[in-house]
């Protein structure tokens, strides 16, 4: 079906007003995580308070407010622009480069909020035509990654799931991944990678079957309480061996495969043993990584931690050296 869109300006005083009274919300399901830097928002509103042009933003109209008499208007596209203004209006953003706005006169304050912001308006349209239009305008403009792409087509059991256990083991993931990397939700990613492997109760390529596994348990995941403690103890009993930050296993693809393993062991580990297990085998891997791979399984391994790492046969071979070195 045709979209009978329309563009207009719309200044930034009124945009921040329809925020503020709830009149332009955002729709968390299809929309990304923000996934700019300190840095990147400062950049943003230098461009505002320079009078240089940004990209257009895009709305659609929602529900009509029958009781309030209004209308309820969504941001298809240009979240982190809009909450990066409203944030900066409200004092709500860590600068260090540009002067915040309780800092500028009265002039630049009214030159900032009368910068006229380019807004296409879809109209009412279904939620169908709305990702399509987002999906289309990120694969263009900002290459959403795997786990990107499917948030925004899904949000049932399974993904839910992924995304509770990753944000409470959110200093794990800074510590593994780093913060940029938690804003394009690779710690979602990840939890799904283990969630899918032991559903599928075998290793398997990339991202091959994580979306099987998101669409077949969207609906209803009969098996989300087991699995959500299932993975729950495997991350407390990696947090209890408060392993040094400059383990091995701080390493992405090797802790996904020793959590993976752990998720796989009906016997509780004591956590002392296996912190002495895991610190005698990063010993043994330092002392053989230079080895030849063909015929010392120890500088496979490692090798194996730098190289192919999202591959079936690393991860295959990852899981059985752990389950032999670590976790006999």
């Known amino acids: 079906m045709r979209i009978n869109w329309s563009s207009t300006n719309m200044n930034i005083i009124d945009i921040y007003n329809q925020m503020k009274n709830g009149e332009l919300l955002t729709r968390p399901y299809y929309q990304r995580r923000l996934v700019w830097t300190n840095a990147d928002k400062e950049k943003f509103i230098d461009t505002i308070l320079q009078g240089l042009p940004f990209p257009e933003v895009y709305l ?3 529900e009509l407010d029958t009781e309030n008499l209004k209308t309820v208007y969504y941001v298809v596209d240009g979240q982190q622009r809009l909450t990066t203004i409203r944030n900066y209006i409200e004092g709500n953003l860590t600068i260090k480069t540009i002067p915040s706005y309780k800092d ?9 909020v009368n910068y006229p912001v380019v807004v296409r308006q879809l109209g009412k349209i279904s939620d169908e035509n709305i990702k399509n239009i987002f999906d289309r305008l990120n694969k263009t403009d900002y290459t959403l990654n795997a786990t990107e792409l499917i948030y925004a087509q899904y ?3 399974y993904i839910t799931t992924a995304r509770q256990l990753a944000s409470e083991h959110a200093e794990f993931f800074e510590k593994t991944i780093g913060e940029k990397s938690i804003n394009r939700m690779v710690d979602i990613s990840f939890v799904l990678q283990i969630m899918s492997t032991l559903e599928n109760r075998i290793y398997f390529s990339g991202d091959r079957e ?9 609906e209803v995941y009969e098996n989300k309480i087991y699995m959500y403690n299932l993975i729950k103890n495997a991350f407390n009993l990696f947090d209890e061996i408060n392993l040094p930050l400059d383990s091995l296993f701080y390493k992405k693809s090797a802790s996904f495969s020793l959590l993976t393993e752990l998720c796989k062991i009906e016997n509780r580990i004591d956590c002392n043993i296996l912190k002495e297990k895991i610190f005698n085998f990063e010993q043994m891997l330092l002392e053989n990584k230079e080895k030849d791979i063909e015929t010392n399984e120890l500088a496979k391994f490692y090798i194996y931690l730098y190289q192919g790492t999202a591959s079936k046969t690393a991860r295959d071979y990852r899981g059985e050296i752990i389950r032999k070195y670590i976790l006999n």
């Open 60 to 62: 659609c109209q929602g």
């Open 104 to 112: 500028l006169n009265k002039e630049q304050q009214a030159e900032f």
């Open 155 to 157: 949000q049932g059991e």
């Open 210 to 218: 994580v979306e099987r596994f998101v669409d077949i348990y969207n």
